[in-house]
């Protein structure tokens, strides 16, 4: 197929020409690009019309577009629209290349100036233009019935306003557009401006000129350089090998992986080591240029000498001071920069001559070089080397380099070298850096401590051992861009899809399905032919854009997230949207089970397809497969975007029921991952209930009544939680599945106990443990938080040996320790630890220490951190009063800490009392006596239980103080408590306790 703007034939089915980047055939269906737009227009154009005849004002005109277009193709810019004297360019589209935006520039510069060489006739005047240059997004999608593809978007509207800001003559560049090309540019501020049309002002930078090689700007913030001693080790290995017999190493890698940052190190030893160097760079500008990186590289020396715009002497004067005199070898050089003198044989030769001549003089200026000083020959970008340039550095590496020559040649991955394998020269990969040197250049760039250890770790993560990406990342980080992909990389990630021809297709319908794919799902899901499909991934992996993944030839993975997000990125919304719904079909297809087996996958791929109704079913079930899991942050996360996805579910029944499920997994969830106390956690339950009440729907309203309940417990809330397990106990009455008769009994004896009421208690709970109850399973299946069969066991047997009956104590104890075996770890922890509690009241400590290392070994296993702060407390309790005091009250302490800091009011009382009952067995009353005043301040929550005890702890406290009178106050009070609570154990304890100190009180007289 031949292309119709420069005649290429390039293959069947080609859809741009292989060598101008013109659409062939029928124009491209839309898609989203990043591209440079040039909006140029003529000053003073309606005076001109005015001034000349129509046949004069159109030959000048037809000058000036003349001018620009060819200013504009020479930057491979493609001339897309003339709008009367008006002029719109593309870069970036058809084709991208990597510096667009600096071809745009380049452009812009070339065209102000080729214009202002136009005459106006009858005046004696120039012409003069304005230019304006902005990057942006565009969709480019045709337009009109002509069928031309134009960008559509802000892009072009921002370039033609900074064009009517522009001074005559003048390029004006939009913040975008500087950023790509500041260190290349010299910029003058053109102060902020107000674009018609636009929100907010623009600040707008003018582009006066390009910077010469020499004085480029200083690369962004360069970070220091880190890691890479074994391949600088190498490096410096070749160098010295050199000085015997001239080395040469080809160094590949990534983009941005850091080659010629590699160089530049080695450079510096070279220098230091006494050695020349020099560099010699290869561009995509000149990739059809005969030796252009030397013909550049010898320019620049001209220029650096005082000759910018060179000349032979000026030649004659760079090579003489390396040592090149030779006129067989100057001559040939000064033919291939146009400088030839008019007696020259050169002019006379044929081309192949010449091309042997130059060979010869360009091989003669190295070993010159060279054997006048060891030298660093560095070529960069070899994979835009013009053929000659690479037949030449084959012939030198061929013939083995010269003594003294070292010469390294840095190139892109995907380039092979044309030449023979062979041992004298050596070929080294740049493998990707690793997590800490990534970090080390991100801290580098963030020299103000901005970012926080989270937001690094992200970056060191994405940026997956590429410095380039890392520290553009960071940049990106640090100027709180949300770009998926930072501006400075979209031209590198562009220009690399495009360079794949059609293929890019097939890799813009694997990204939709993901960084990793198969090549089965590829090709149920593009719907594409398995030619193109399988020519697209050959493309794709000789590209090294796409890596093959295990043995099976089937898997494929993007090589870099980055590049999977510039295919991804590169589809209009609609494309992608399509592309979603083939890819959740062929799921389905390929694997009916799948909604079982990764309901997210689905739900993914359903939500980006814009297929509501499905998604939020699937997410709904990846929620719940995840809470089984305990994978509680993906579960909350899950049910999180079903809801965002429903947002306000009005009053359509349906909707109402899906959210009443989802907030159903969102709670539970979120109260693992939080804690009870977090306010969200309430707000789920408390909106569930509501659903379930506004819906009628009873049983339902089992899991969000628990889930208040247990909020309301811990949070202190005594009079709230009796509340919450009085409507339990209302829906156990009117008929909801047994185990809501369960619930009820548990939630109400639990409080009660709090509460202090034994009685209610023990009777509440003994309604749970009737021959009706069902099965700690099937309990268990339908839990919102512990299993209610254990919670009535255990606060029976408290009660009960509260109240002075230690025989069903202990029986109730036995059959909860018998069950253990078939509890899940959550509830066997809570059966020990309930274990344990009895035990300390009874103070019994031997027993108290085994089952409480029972709960903290399962708590430690499981990370119930709960269970593990219960645990120790009651361990730490044992061993003070097994004579450890001293060792055993920092962990208590530690561990009370850890329980006030995990939010929870519960429990804080009876703590305070094993605490202070430590404290008198270290001998320290006045700790033992500030311990009990906390338990009983804590205690005004409802939480009224262990008042007896700490009132009794509080008595023995001032006892041993030696205070007889509040000892005795305080001994009465414990009595009078727990004869309310009618805990006949505490009571008898307590009246002991009064009768000692009266004893000691009447013995001091
Ligand atoms: N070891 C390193 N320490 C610190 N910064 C580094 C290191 N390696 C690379 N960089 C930084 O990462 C960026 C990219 O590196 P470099 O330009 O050397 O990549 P490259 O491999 O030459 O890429 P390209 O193929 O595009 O030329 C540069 O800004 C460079 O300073
Ligand atoms: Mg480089």
Redesign the pocket.
Same mark, same amino acid.
């Given at each position: 197929m031949r292309c119709a703007r420069c005649d290429q034939d390039n293959p069947e089915g080609a859809r741009f020409c292989n060598q101008c980047g013109a659409p062939l055939a029928a124009a491209p269906g839309p898609e989203l690009r990043r591209l440079t737009v040039l909006f140029c227009d003529l000053v003073g154009s309606v005076q001109l019309a005015n001034r000349l005849d129509p046949e004069e004002w159109h030959a000048l005109l037809a000058a000036y577009q003349e001018a620009a277009g060819q200013a504009i193709r020479r930057h491979q810019g493609h001339v897309a629209q003339h709008l009367g004297d008006g002029l719109v360019a593309y870069f970036g589209y058809p084709v991208a290349h990597e510096d667009d935006a600096l071809r745009a520039v380049r452009a812009a510069l070339d065209l102000v100036r080729e214009a202002g060489t136009v005459a106006v006739p009858h005046s004696g005047e120039r012409l003069s233009v304005r230019v304006g240059v902005h990057t942006g997004a565009a969709v480019m999608g045709p337009v009109g019935s002509g069928g031309d593809v134009l960008a559509l978007g802000d892009t072009p509207h921002i370039a033609a306003r900074l064009q009517a800001v522009a001074p005559p003559g003048a390029v004006a560049l939009s913040p975008a557009a500087r950023t790509l090309v500041e260190h290349r540019v010299r910029w003058a501020d053109l102060g902020e401006h107000a674009l018609k049309g636009l929100p907010g002002a623009m600040r707008v930078h003018q582009a006066v000129a390009l910077r010469t090689e020499g004085e480029e700007g200083a690369?962004p913030g %360069?970070?220091?350089?880190?890691?890479?001693a074994r391949e600088l080790g190498q490096l410096v290995d070749a160098w010295d090998a050199s000085q015997a017999g001239g080395a040469g190493v080809l160094l590949l890698?990534e983009?941005?992986?850091?080659?010629?940052?590699?160089a530049r190190e080695l450079r510096a030893q070279v220098r230091a080591d006494g050695g020349d160097s020099f560099t010699m760079r290869c561009s995509p500008h000149t990739a059809n240029t005969p030796f252009a990186p030397l013909a550049q590289f010898l320019r620049q020396a001209m220029a650096q000498a005082g000759a910018p715009d060179g000349s032979a002497d000026a030649l004659s004067g760079v090579l003489a001071a390396v040592g090149v005199r030779d006129e067989r070898v100057v001559a040939p050089l000064r033919a291939l920069l146009g400088l030839g003198r008019p007696g020259d044989a050169e002019a006379a030769l044929s081309a192949q001559a010449l091309r042997e001549r130059t060979f010869a003089a360009a091989t003669a200026v190295l070993a010159t070089m060279s054997a006048r000083r060891r030298t660093l020959s560095i070529v960069e #970008?070899l994979h835009w080397a013009d053929p000659s340039t690479l037949e030449w550095l084959g012939r030198v590496l061929g013939a083995g380099a010269p003594p003294g020559l070292m010469l390294l040649l840095?190139a %892109?991955t995907e380039f092979t070298p044309p030449w023979r394998e062979d041992p004298r020269w050596q070929r080294l990969l740049?493998e990707p850096?690793d997590a800490r #040197?990534a970090a080390a250049?991100v801290t580098a760039l963030d020299d103000g401590h901005l970012l926080g250890a989270e937001a690094i770790a992200r970056i060191v993560e994405r940026a997956e051992g590429n410095?380039?990406f890392a520290?553009e990342f960071t940049r990106a980080a640090l100027e709180d861009r949300t770009d998926v992909i930072p501006l400075t990389l979209q031209e590198q990630t562009t220009a690399r899809l495009d360079r794949l021809g059609p293929a890019r297709q097939v890799l813009q319908h694997a990204a939709v399905i993901g960084r990793q794919f198969s090549r089965p799902q590829l090709c149920a899901a593009s719907g594409l032919a398995p030619e193109l499909v399988e020519e697209g991934l050959r493309r794709g992996v000789a590209a090294r854009m796409l890596r093959p993944l295990g043995d099976d030839g089937d898997s494929f993975a993007f090589r870099h997230a980055l590049l999977r997000d510039a295919a991804y990125g590169s589809l209009l919304r609609s494309s992608r949207q399509a592309g979603h719904a083939r890819v959740a079909q062929a799921l389905v297809a390929a694997d009916p089970d799948i909604a079982r087996r990764q309901p997210e996958l689905l739900a993914h791929h359903y939500t980006e397809a814009g297929d509501g109704p499905n998604a939020v079913t699937q997410w709904l079930a990846a929620g719940r497969l995840a809470l089984s899991r305990s994978a509680c942050v993906e579960a909350a996360a899950h049910a999180r975007t079903a809801l965002r996805m429903i947002g306000d579910a009005g009053s359509d029944p349906a909707a109402l029921a899906l959210e009443l499920e989802l907030r159903l997994v969102l709670a539970p969830a979120l109260m693992a991952v939080r804690g009870v106390l977090d306010p969200e956690v309430e707000r789920t339950y408390a909106r569930a209930r509501h659903l379930c009440e506004r819906l009628g729907n009873g049983p339902k309203l089992l899991v969000p009544l628990w889930g208040l309940w247990a909020y309301e417990l811990m949070r202190g809330e005594i009079p709230n939680a009796l509340e919450a397990a009085a409507q339990l106990r209302a829906l156990a009455q009117a008929g909801s599945p047994p185990v809501a008769t369960l619930v009820a009994a548990a939630t109400t004896g639990m409080t009660l106990f709090y509460q202090g009421d034994l009685r209610g208690a023990r009777e509440a709970c003994a309604a749970g443990l009737g021959p009706a109850a069902p099965s700690p399973s099937a309990a268990r299946s339908a839990r919102g938080l512990h299993d209610p069969g254990v919670m009535c066991r255990a606060f029976h047997s408290l009660a009960c040996w509260l109240l002075g009956d230690a025989e069903a104590a202990a029986a109730g104890t036995a059959l909860l320790r018998e069950s253990i075996p078939r509890l899940p770890p959550f509830d066997a922890a809570y059966a020990w630890c309930s274990e344990a509690v009895l035990h300390t009241l009874a103070g019994d400590a031997q027993a108290a220490a085994e089952a409480s290392a029972r709960a903290i070994a399962i708590g430690r296993e499981q990370a119930f951190p709960a269970w593990q702060m219960m645990g120790t407390m009651m361990q730490g309790w044992s061993r003070a009063k097994q004579g450890e005091a001293a060792r055993a009250l920092p962990t208590m302490q530690r561990a009370l800490e850890a329980w006030y800091a995990s939010g929870a009011r519960n429990l804080r009382p009876f703590f305070h009392a094993l605490l202070a009952d430590a404290w008198l067995a270290q001998g320290d009353a006045q700790q033992a006596l500030r311990s009990a005043d906390d338990g009983l301040a804590e205690a005004s929550s409802g939480e009224h239980c262990w008042d007896p005890e700490l009132h009794r702890l509080r008595a023995e406290a001032w006892a041993a103080l030696g205070e007889h009178a509040p000892a005795l106050e305080a001994a009465s009070r414990a009595v009078e408590a727990a004869e309310r609570m009618e805990a006949r154990a505490w009571t008898e304890r307590a009246a002991s306790s009064r009768e000692r100190i009266l004893r000691e009180q009447s013995a001091r007289g």
């Amino acid at each position: 197929m031949r292309c119709a703007r420069c005649d290429q034939d390039n293959p069947e089915g080609a859809r741009f020409c292989n060598q101008c980047g013109a659409p062939l055939a029928a124009a491209p269906g839309p898609e989203l690009r990043r591209l440079t737009v040039l909006f140029c227009d003529l000053v003073g154009s309606v005076q001109l019309a005015n001034r000349l005849d129509p046949e004069e004002w159109h030959a000048l005109l037809a000058a000036y577009q003349e001018a620009a277009g060819q200013a504009i193709r020479r930057h491979q810019g493609h001339v897309a629209q003339h709008l009367g004297d008006g002029l719109v360019a593309y870069f970036g589209y058809p084709v991208a290349h990597e510096d667009d935006a600096l071809r745009a520039v380049r452009a812009a510069l070339d065209l102000v100036r080729e214009a202002g060489t136009v005459a106006v006739p009858h005046s004696g005047e120039r012409l003069s233009v304005r230019v304006g240059v902005h990057t942006g997004a565009a969709v480019m999608g045709p337009v009109g019935s002509g069928g031309d593809v134009l960008a559509l978007g802000d892009t072009p509207h921002i370039a033609a306003r900074l064009q009517a800001v522009a001074p005559p003559g003048a390029v004006a560049l939009s913040p975008a557009a500087r950023t790509l090309v500041e260190h290349r540019v010299r910029w003058a501020d053109l102060g902020e401006h107000a674009l018609k049309g636009l929100p907010g002002a623009m600040r707008v930078h003018q582009a006066v000129a390009l910077r010469t090689e020499g004085e480029e700007g200083a690369e962004p913030g %360069r970070s220091p350089f880190v890691g890479r001693a074994r391949e600088l080790g190498q490096l410096v290995d070749a160098w010295d090998a050199s000085q015997a017999g001239g080395a040469g190493v080809l160094l590949l890698g990534e983009p941005g992986i850091g080659k010629s940052r590699l160089a530049r190190e080695l450079r510096a030893q070279v220098r230091a080591d006494g050695g020349d160097s020099f560099t010699m760079r290869c561009s995509p500008h000149t990739a059809n240029t005969p030796f252009a990186p030397l013909a550049q590289f010898l320019r620049q020396a001209m220029a650096q000498a005082g000759a910018p715009d060179g000349s032979a002497d000026a030649l004659s004067g760079v090579l003489a001071a390396v040592g090149v005199r030779d006129e067989r070898v100057v001559a040939p050089l000064r033919a291939l920069l146009g400088l030839g003198r008019p007696g020259d044989a050169e002019a006379a030769l044929s081309a192949q001559a010449l091309r042997e001549r130059t060979f010869a003089a360009a091989t003669a200026v190295l070993a010159t070089m060279s054997a006048r000083r060891r030298t660093l020959s560095i070529v960069e #970008d070899l994979h835009w080397a013009d053929p000659s340039t690479l037949e030449w550095l084959g012939r030198v590496l061929g013939a083995g380099a010269p003594p003294g020559l070292m010469l390294l040649l840095l190139a %892109r991955t995907e380039f092979t070298p044309p030449w023979r394998e062979d041992p004298r020269w050596q070929r080294l990969l740049l493998e990707p850096c690793d997590a800490r #040197d990534a970090a080390a250049i991100v801290t580098a760039l963030d020299d103000g401590h901005l970012l926080g250890a989270e937001a690094i770790a992200r970056i060191v993560e994405r940026a997956e051992g590429n410095p380039l990406f890392a520290e553009e990342f960071t940049r990106a980080a640090l100027e709180d861009r949300t770009d998926v992909i930072p501006l400075t990389l979209q031209e590198q990630t562009t220009a690399r899809l495009d360079r794949l021809g059609p293929a890019r297709q097939v890799l813009q319908h694997a990204a939709v399905i993901g960084r990793q794919f198969s090549r089965p799902q590829l090709c149920a899901a593009s719907g594409l032919a398995p030619e193109l499909v399988e020519e697209g991934l050959r493309r794709g992996v000789a590209a090294r854009m796409l890596r093959p993944l295990g043995d099976d030839g089937d898997s494929f993975a993007f090589r870099h997230a980055l590049l999977r997000d510039a295919a991804y990125g590169s589809l209009l919304r609609s494309s992608r949207q399509a592309g979603h719904a083939r890819v959740a079909q062929a799921l389905v297809a390929a694997d009916p089970d799948i909604a079982r087996r990764q309901p997210e996958l689905l739900a993914h791929h359903y939500t980006e397809a814009g297929d509501g109704p499905n998604a939020v079913t699937q997410w709904l079930a990846a929620g719940r497969l995840a809470l089984s899991r305990s994978a509680c942050v993906e579960a909350a996360a899950h049910a999180r975007t079903a809801l965002r996805m429903i947002g306000d579910a009005g009053s359509d029944p349906a909707a109402l029921a899906l959210e009443l499920e989802l907030r159903l997994v969102l709670a539970p969830a979120l109260m693992a991952v939080r804690g009870v106390l977090d306010p969200e956690v309430e707000r789920t339950y408390a909106r569930a209930r509501h659903l379930c009440e506004r819906l009628g729907n009873g049983p339902k309203l089992l899991v969000p009544l628990w889930g208040l309940w247990a909020y309301e417990l811990m949070r202190g809330e005594i009079p709230n939680a009796l509340e919450a397990a009085a409507q339990l106990r209302a829906l156990a009455q009117a008929g909801s599945p047994p185990v809501a008769t369960l619930v009820a009994a548990a939630t109400t004896g639990m409080t009660l106990f709090y509460q202090g009421d034994l009685r209610g208690a023990r009777e509440a709970c003994a309604a749970g443990l009737g021959p009706a109850a069902p099965s700690p399973s099937a309990a268990r299946s339908a839990r919102g938080l512990h299993d209610p069969g254990v919670m009535c066991r255990a606060f029976h047997s408290l009660a009960c040996w509260l109240l002075g009956d230690a025989e069903a104590a202990a029986a109730g104890t036995a059959l909860l320790r018998e069950s253990i075996p078939r509890l899940p770890p959550f509830d066997a922890a809570y059966a020990w630890c309930s274990e344990a509690v009895l035990h300390t009241l009874a103070g019994d400590a031997q027993a108290a220490a085994e089952a409480s290392a029972r709960a903290i070994a399962i708590g430690r296993e499981q990370a119930f951190p709960a269970w593990q702060m219960m645990g120790t407390m009651m361990q730490g309790w044992s061993r003070a009063k097994q004579g450890e005091a001293a060792r055993a009250l920092p962990t208590m302490q530690r561990a009370l800490e850890a329980w006030y800091a995990s939010g929870a009011r519960n429990l804080r009382p009876f703590f305070h009392a094993l605490l202070a009952d430590a404290w008198l067995a270290q001998g320290d009353a006045q700790q033992a006596l500030r311990s009990a005043d906390d338990g009983l301040a804590e205690a005004s929550s409802g939480e009224h239980c262990w008042d007896p005890e700490l009132h009794r702890l509080r008595a023995e406290a001032w006892a041993a103080l030696g205070e007889h009178a509040p000892a005795l106050e305080a001994a009465s009070r414990a009595v009078e408590a727990a004869e309310r609570m009618e805990a006949r154990a505490w009571t008898e304890r307590a009246a002991s306790s009064r009768e000692r100190i009266l004893r000691e009180q009447s013995a001091r007289g």
